[in-house]
């Protein structure tokens, strides 16, 4: 299977068919259908099959998707099987809650090196993890093998601090800069901004108010 066959918004839908299978089987369910899946995902039974369709089949007719079978080969589709060896550059207050966060390491992300541009940081440890200067970001990116760089910078400083990534050989950048930074096609980046889903979660709450839609020019 080419990767470029695959919508990318279906990619991202996949960790949450991974969730929501990994609930299943925590409560004792061992077999869902596609309406099942679809009701808690509120989405269509028919989108779900056509996503999955896209890898292979799972299901039978009038039978289900074996909860388990279906987790396990949509994790290996993911990579979560294997150990993804992550970066972090910005120990701010941001990045001291992303390397504290409990949840990274049992989906297979280890973030085995810290990084910072600040003296008062270098040096200091956070979560177990000596913040390092960013000279040192190319060696240690090949010593530890990393593949993946997690960026908590302020906006002005992410596209060089991305850019200094890519160039290490990092090409899986999760950003959380409220910015839209430029990156080559041979690498992939996914933007964290909590600002713009909720002014988009306030249009909603608008309709939900009688506010008119604005006339179109």
Not at 23 to 50: C, E, F, W, Y
Request: hydrophobic share 45%; proline share 7%.
């Amino acid at each position: 299977m080419n990767s470029g066959e695959v919508p990318d918004v279906v990619v991202l839908r996949l960790p949450l068919y991974v969730r929501v299978l990994s609930q299943l089987l925590h409560r004792g369910d061992n077999v869902v259908s596609s309406d099942q899946l679809g009701a808690l995902l509120q989405m269509t039974p028919a989108q779900i099959r056509k996503d999955l369709s896209y890898f292979g089949r799972f299901g039978k007719q009038g039978r289900g998707y074996d909860v388990k079978f279906l987790r396990e080969k949509l994790r290996g589709i993911l990579g979560l099987d294997l150990k993804w060896p992550t970066c972090l550059v910005g120990v701010g207050r941001l990045g001291q809650a992303i390397i504290n966060y409990p949840g990274f390491v049992p989906e297979g992300f280890d973030i085995l090196a810290a990084f910072d541009s600040d003296p008062e940081q270098m040096g200091t440890t956070v979560g177990g993890l000596a913040v390092q200067p960013m000279s040192c970001l190319d060696e240690t990116v090949a010593a530890k093998g990393i593949s993946i760089g997690i960026v908590a910078v302020p906006s002005a400083q992410a596209q060089s601090v991305i850019g200094r990534l890519v160039k290490a050989g990092v090409h899986g950048i999760l950003n959380y800069a409220p910015v839209a930074p430029q990156v080559p096609a041979d690498t992939v980046i996914r933007n964290v901004d909590p600002v713009l889903s909720l002014q988009s979660m306030t249009f909603y709450l608008m309709q939900d108010r009688g506010a008119p839609l604005a006339a179109m020019p």
